[in-house]
C-alpha cells in the first residue's frame, strides 16, 4: 500500500521557518522524483520545489527561491521542505508527491499558516 505522509506544518510568525517531512512507504522511492506543491482553497495549485530520484538536480518556484530547500534521504525513504524567512503568502496547504513517468502518488497535505 502506498503512503504518502506529511508533517511538520504548523503556526509559524512571519520570518520564521518550518521543516517539512514526507515519509514514503509501499513504492521504490529512489526512483521516484519528489514534488512539493501548495494550494490554498480557491487558489491554483503550485509547484513550490521538485528533486530528482537520486536528490542531484533540484528546481524550485520563483516566488520561494533563496528561501526553500528541497533534500531527501533515499534511506530513509523521505523529503524534506526547509522552508525559511517565511511570509504570509506562504500560507497554505502543502502536498508531497512521488512522480515517475505517469505515475503519480499524492500526500494527505499539511497545513502552514503564518500567523499576523
Known amino acids: 500500500q502506498v503512503q504518502l505522509v506529511e508533517s511538520g506544518g504548523g503556526l509559524v510568525q512571519p520570518g520564521g521557518s518550518l521543516r517539512l517531512s514526507c515519509a514514503a512507504s509501499?513504492?521504490?522511492?529512489?526512483?521516484?522524483?519528489m514534488i512539493w506543491y501548495r494550494q490554498a482553497p480557491g487558489k491554483e495549485r503550485e509547484l513550490v520545489a521538485r528533486?530528482?530520484?537520486?536528490?542531484?538536480?533540484?528546481n524550485y518556484a520563483d516566488s520561494v527561491k533563496g528561501r526553500f530547500t528541497i533534500s531527501r534521504d533515499n534511506a530513509k525513504n523521505t523529503v524534506y521542505l526547509q522552508m525559511n524567512s517565511l511570509k504570509p503568502a506562504d500560507t497554505d496547504v502543502y502536498y508531497c508527491?512521488?512522480?515517475?513517468?505517469?505515475?503519480?502518488?499524492w500526500g494527505q497535505g499539511t497545513q502552514v499558516n503564518l500567523s499576523s
Open positions: 508527491i512521488a512522480n515517475m513517468s505517469w505515475t503519480e502518488y
Open positions: 528533486i530528482t530520484s537520486a536528490g542531484s538536480n533540484t
Open positions: 509501499g513504492f521504490t522511492f529512489s526512483t521516484y522524483a
